[in-house]
């Protein structure tokens, strides 16, 4: 048999032996290992086989993450597929809006479909539901909001101040589905917040809000955009989007 160089030492390979370009030099993976991927480990100094699977779940995944850091128009989060994911859930942190002073803004959320961004002025349908406190006049009060037909489902009810951020949660299932209609369970809570600097502080407790998208169109994303006084960018935060295998 012939060789490049010299014949290799009729001998087990040692570590000295191998150079680390055998594994730097390889196509890098971009995304977690799937189930099926395999790992060479040794068992006791014995080499086994061991698939990616039994390391740790991969139930969990990340599909879509976009973090925010200066003034863009809108965000979208994209890669909905029913067949692998049971449900999905979307995470909001930290998210501003691009306000100064004592004007006001606030995120809202619409969703997309094949033919775009829904926003129609009876597109969503939504309850949202908490208390705040208003620290100036000592005063507690429970807001119930019942909107039968709007152009974007209301993620809190309170614009923000300039100092302020929201965190929202965001869980829901079958995007894709062509016989259901799209039902959205949000939590969000928000920082305390200055109205118009002669009224509050306030503290919220967090925002329970049921909403829906009552169509049977299937979904292709979900925007989020700015809304409400004089906000017209989403300035800061972070957005990512997870699926729950069946």
């Known amino acids: 048999m012939a060789y490049i160089g010299s014949k290799p030492a009729n001998k087990p390979v040692v570590a000295s032996d191998i150079d680390p370009t055998v594994i730097t030099g390889q196509t890098a993976l971009a995304v977690a290992p799937a189930d099926t991927d395999e790992f060479l480990i040794s068992d006791a100094g014995v080499l086994k086989r061991l698939d990616a699977s039994l390391i740790g779940s991969q139930d969990f995944v990340k599909i879509a993450s976009t973090t925010v850091s200066s003034n863009v128009s809108s965000v979208a989060l994209t890669g909905f597929d029913d067949t692998v994911y049971g449900s999905y859930y979307i995470r909001v942190s930290n998210a501003k809006t691009d306000i100064t002073g004592t004007n006001r803004g606030k995120i809202m959320m619409r969703v997309n479909t094949s033919g775009g961004v829904q926003s129609g002025a009876s ?107 004089s906000a017209a960018y989403i300035s800061a935060g972070n957005f990512c989007l997870y699926g729950l295998k069946k």
């Open 123 to 229: 597109d969503y349908t939504y309850f949202n539901y908490h208390f705040y406190r208003r620290w100036d006049t000592d005063s507690n009060v429970e807001r119930p909001i019942v909107e039968e037909g709007d152009d974007n489902i209301e993620l809190h009810d309170w614009s923000l101040s300039a100092d302020d951020a929201q965190n929202t949660d965001i869980w829901f299932a079958n995007p894709t589905s062509t016989s259901q209609v799209k039902i959205f369970n949000i939590t969000t809570t928000v920082w305390k917040h200055t109205s118009t600097g002669s009224d509050g502080p306030y503290t919220f407790s967090p925002q329970i809000n049921n909403a829906t998208y009552p169509s049977t169109t299937a979904l292709t994303g979900i925007t989020f955009l700015p809304t409400a006084d």
